[in-house]
């Protein structure tokens, strides 16, 4: 049965609350909310002979009816929303805060945020102030005034069309560039010339998460891409190929350069070797391995080379020098080493270890002005080391602090190269390295709206359920008594080996100006400690994760940094996933929650792409019964249960999210407005023209931000949430 009706639960609820979550936690009025009917269906699936019911399947499926339930939601969530006072002081203190110089996205690959130089040209992406999208910039020498190349902010009226990724060719003559439009995966790759901001007529489609790599002479750019489905669009539950774009034909003369045919879910992506003598092809599929395939360019006609073939770890592609390919690996090295192979000598290529595993993670690896620059991980803290192609050490690059890094562009021969710093309380500023002099200097440094003096980051270490030990950063204002009285925002992901280290968001600083502390916790499934440490959370160890959450919230309580009606949770993507689970296995330990573009469903998250399906490497899938039945135990839209008190949760997605499709978040939302068995509050916000996250305009990046922080500063029972 249907809770269309909160405010005549109430007396109730009040009772059942008090017996099934924390007596202490601030119910919030719901006396107008009345929640859009969401008809449960009579779905059962049955998986192992487990019968699995899916009242709400029918949210997957686009229509009439789907749109008009999640507008009603929305017309229930804004007004209340809207109502916080503290919610416009919010979003007037976030778009000044957002007013400075961005350099780089957070979105393109790490090495392609900073400077990049090409022949004797220099490119970089940068947003300034208040812009709502960044743009690529070009100058002729590092002093030259810098000038626009693309600017994606102006292509749409509202802001909503990014700059996906861009690629310049080796002469630095010309650029591939992508925009995706309304926050979609899907890319419309064109090419300009940089001297004359010409756009070529051709136009690439039917791309997603591939590069373009420039042939040596800069005529020619290899790509990956889906074929066309039943409607003539890219098909993203197929496999991708790799195509060759002839600069000034159309795409459909590209020639097919390569397919997988022996795995239905392989997929190839190609990169040029810098001395053109190699298509190097990684083959992709999920987070743990993948496989490294040579075509070599001089003889088109020979078969390829599978040179790493195993899956037994995974190869990055760094560079090539002196006939010699540089990869980064985990084979034989879960923390990860530096290898290099001669791939035209007679036999099998054999790697030779140029960089070897160190008891610290490398977590990035870079080939600049023949030495290895190694981005390695402390206790989630960067420390960076330059190597000699011998493998001894040349010496440590000194860091501002104990912060992230980002950069170092793959140049095997320059001299030169750039890097990023930020930690929780410095914006990002970009350094310039010159190899030759070992000279490291500040090369572009914001001035931001923040006085971040009174507060300070430290980090600590707490044990999980299992005796594991799990780093957490903790940032909050200096000389703050820790009498449990204070409001605490706790972050995580741990999935896909993605590391959380410290940087800096101007929602951070809005959220301590307001008198919050912010609390990141290392969990199991990223990659801080290695491979083994993200193995440790993935398929039927999932658990795992979300034991380090909760373990990380009941320290954060014992130690009276903050108590369960004062804490609040938050997540996006597979963090949304955290969210949802650790929200339905203890509700009474949160104050609030807040799941943003989720993946929520666990039964059926690979129906939705192929791209979607490769996430099995972490989370596993309904065919296996043992990784079903993990599934099914933590799985947020089956863990909800009628009768019981859930904290005040805003679930945020996206309508236009075609990585974690919003049905996520639309089950989810209905599901524990089903089962909420007390006042406190289940809304859904979704945003139009939007997608998971990558190239969402300034302005409704604000606007999401005002409101979730809005709902917590009125969950919370903060200063001006009434």
Known sequence: MHMPVISGLVIACLAMGAAM???????????????????????????HGTPVADPYRWLET?????????????????????????????????????????????????????????????????????????????????????RVLVDPNALSADGTASLADFSVSPDGRHVAWAVSDGGTDWDTWQVREVDSGRDLPEKIVDTKFTGV????????????????????????????????????????????????????RHNPYGVVSEDGRWLVLNISYGFAANAIHLR??????????RVFDAWDGLYEFLGALDGRLYFKTTQGAPRGRVIAIQPDQAG?????????????????ASLVGGHVIASYLEDARARLRVYRLDGTLRGEIALPGPGTVAGFP??????????????????????????????????????????????LTEQVFYTSRDGTRVPMFITRRRGLDL????????????????????????????????????????????????AEWHESGTKTRKQNVFDDF????????????????????????????????????????????????????????????ANAYAWSSDYGTVEDPEQFSALHDYSPVHNVRPGRCYPPTLVTTADRDDRVVPWHSYKFAAALQYAQACPNPVLLRVETRAGHGAGKPAWMQIEDLADQWAFLVRALGMPDGR
């Open 348 to 364: 099998p290529p054999m790697p030779a270890e140029i960089v070897g595993q160190s008891p610290l993670v490398l977590h990035s």
């Open 21 to 47: 979550g924390s007596p202490n936690r601030p119910l919030l009025a719901a006396e107008s909310l009345r929640y859009p009917p969401a008809g449960r269906g009579a779905v059962v699936d049955s998986h």
């Open 213 to 264: 790599s420039w042939e040596r002479d800069g005529r020619a750019f290899y790509y990956s891409r889906y074929p066309p489905g039943p409607e003539g669009r890219g098909d993203d539950q197929q496999q991708v190929r790799v195509y060759r774009h002839v600069l000034g034909t159309a795409q459909a003369a590209d020639e097919l350069v390569y397919a997988v045919n022996d795995h239905p």
């Open 296 to 305: 070599d360019l001089n003889r088109p006609e020979a078969p390829v080379e």
């Open 410 to 455: 793959d140049a095997p021969e320059g001299n030169e190269t750039f890097f990023a710093y930020t930690d929780y309380l410095t914006p990002q500023a970009l350094y310039r390295y010159d190899l030759a002099k070992d000279e490291v200097r500040p090369f572009r440094r914001p001035a931001v709206p923040f006085d971040a003096s009174p507060f």
């Open 550 to 609: 909760i373990a990380a919230a009941e320290w954060l309580i014992d130690r009276r940094y903050t108590a369960p009606e004062r804490l609040a949770i938050h997540g996006r993507s597979n963090g949304g996933l955290l969210v949802g689970a650790v929200l339905a296995q203890r509700p009474e330990l949160f104050g609030a929650a807040l799941p943003a573009v989720g993946v929520l469903d666990l039964l059926r998250y690979h129906t939705a792409s």
């Open 483 to 530: 009498d449990g009285s204070h409001s605490l925002l706790l972050y995580g992901y741990g999935g896909f080996d993605i590391v959380l280290t410290p940087a800096y968001a101007p929602a951070i600083a809005a959220w301590l100006e307001r008198g919050g502390i912010y609390a990141v916790a290392n969990l199991r499934g990223g990659g801080e400690y290695g």
């Open 62 to 146: 686009p229509g009439p009816g789907v749109s008009a339930w999640v507008e009603a939601q929305n017309a229930l969530s804004r007004p209340w929303l809207e109502g916080i006072p503290a919610r416009e002081q919010l979003r007037a203190r976030l778009t000044e805060l957002w007013d400075y110089e961005q350099y780089g996205y957070p979105w393109l690959d790490a090495k392609a945020r900073v400077p990049i130089r090409r022949g004797d040209r220099y490119f970089f992406v940068e947003k300034k102030g208040r812009q709502d999208q960044g743009v690529l910039y070009w100058a002729p020498g590092l002093a030259a005034e810098p």
